[in-house]
């Protein structure tokens, strides 16, 4: 088992958005501003932010 620190983007309901988990908090941001016309600060405005948590992970087979 493995623990990592890393940065996943929570929606304004308080829900992560799944498959933005990142080790680094500044590629999380700039991967989930890629491709719309949005910065990050607008997103921030409408409640979006970038949380660090601990992933834990584990070899199920």
Same mark, same amino acid.
């Given at each position: 088992m493995?623990?990592?620190?890393?940065?996943?983007?929570?929606?304004?309901?308080?829900?992560?958005?799944?498959?933005?988990? =990142?080790?680094?908090?500044?590629? @999380?941001?700039?991967?989930? @501003?890629?491709? @719309?016309?949005?910065?990050? $600060?607008?997103?921030? $405005?409408?409640?979006?932010? @970038?949380? =660090?948590? $601990?992933?834990t992970?584990?070899?199920?087979?």
């Amino acid at each position: 088992m493995r623990e990592d620190i890393m940065y996943v983007i929570v929606y304004p309901d308080g829900l992560i958005a799944m498959n933005t988990q =990142k080790f680094y908090r500044n590629i @999380c941001i700039r991967e989930w @501003c890629e491709g @719309c016309s949005r910065t990050w $600060k607008q997103w921030y $405005k409408m409640g979006y932010r @970038c949380k =660090k948590v $601990k992933v834990t992970f584990e070899i199920i087979d």
